[in-house]
């Protein structure tokens, strides 16, 4: 079972920029779907964009739309969260999780229930 580690969570200040990254433990197979999530303190966790090796991006969350952007290395096993323009509503722990393509279609691309492996998350805090 492919294992995650995110990375790339820090301190920035409002209308800056970070990239998240998601290490995998192995290649990301065609079957496997890869997720970015938050979850800021007392919210529920909340989907934020999917990709897939195929198809590449294959969703994102109405709240972050225009604003990040998925991406994938296949050949360093790593999927990435670019997110611009940050305030402090996208203060949260960011996670990546994988689920496989079957679980996830249409309605369920960003619903966290239907993925079943998470990394431990990395924070992000947007302030002045």
């Known amino acids: 079972q492919v294992q995650l580690q995110e990375s790339g969570g820090g301190s920035v200040q409002p209308g800056g920029s970070l990239r998240l990254s998601c290490a995998a433990s192995?290649?990301?197979?065609?079957?496997?779907?890869i997720g970015w999530f938050r979850q800021a303190t007392d919210k529920a966790r909340e989907g934020l964009a999917a990709?897939?090796?195929?198809?590449?991006?294959?969703a994102y969350s109405d709240s972050v739309h225009g604003r990040v952007t998925i991406s994938l290395d296949a050949l360093k096993k790593t999927v990435y969260l670019q997110m611009d323009s940050l305030n402090s509503e996208d203060t949260a722990k960011y996670y990546c999780?994988?689920?496989?393509?079957?679980?996830?279609?249409?309605?369920?691309?960003?619903?966290?229930?239907?993925?079943?492996?998470w990394g431990q998350g990395t924070q992000v805090t947007v302030s002045s």
């Open positions: 990709i897939d090796t195929s198809r590449g991006p294959i």
């Open positions: 999780a994988a689920a496989d393509l079957s679980a996830v279609w249409g309605p369920f691309l960003l619903l966290p229930d239907k993925y079943t492996t």
């Open positions: 192995e290649t990301i197979n065609s079957r496997t779907v």
